[in-house]
């Protein structure tokens, strides 16, 4: 698939971006999240990681198709070459290809900025189902991410517990 551009997000995408992330919170267990954001809500989040880290949209002749992003891991000072990396993909374009552009487009920028370490909080099950089969772990150890902790039966949606597992990729090298 190389039919999209990606480009920085603009706090005008909120609504576009929203409509991608809703599909997940309303009908699986890849976020936690119960209710959908206000599209307020929604802008909010996306100014405040805009004013420190990079979030960024691929978009083709149908609108934005995905989108990633990242964000403080803690706030911290020692944890400053650290970030969290979350992705979402409208539905229907998994497996494309599209994904794996988002995340390399997204880690040239981090590591131009002195990014070391990149984290991402995924949602698994020991059984997957309607809400949540393991794709996101496999997608992620596809792109050299390394399962760094696990927590058993963490999160609760649809009357069903899910685990969480942290994953880690190195992007690089550590100065003394």
Not at 147 to 164: A, C, L
Request: net charge negative; hydrophobic share 35%; glycine share 6%.
């Amino acid at each position: 698939m190389t039919d999209f551009a990606i480009r920085p997000a603009q706090l005008y995408d909120a609504e576009s971006l929203l409509n991608i992330y809703s599909y997940y919170v309303e009908n699986t267990a890849i976020t936690f999240e119960y209710d959908v954001p206000s599209p307020a809500e929604f802008a909010g989040r996306i100014e405040k990681t805009t004013k420190k880290y990079p979030y960024i949209v691929a978009e083709n002749h149908e609108g934005i198709i995905g989108y990633a992003y990242a964000d403080t891991f803690k706030d911290r000072a020692a944890y400053d070459h650290c970030v969290e990396v979350s992705i979402y993909l409208k539905n229907g374009y998994q497996g494309k290809g599209l994904g794996r552009a988002l995340y390399e487009a997204i880690e040239a920028l981090l590591k131009d900025m002195g990014i070391i370490n990149l984290y991402a909080c995924i949602a698994v099950t020991e059984n997957e189902d309607e809400y949540l089969t393991n794709q996101s772990e496999h997608f992620h150890r596809h792109l050299g991410y390394e399962t760094v902790g696990s927590f058993r039966k963490s999160g609760r949606k649809f009357n069903r517990w899910y685990d969480m597992i942290w994953m880690e990729k190195i992007i690089g090298e550590y100065e003394d």
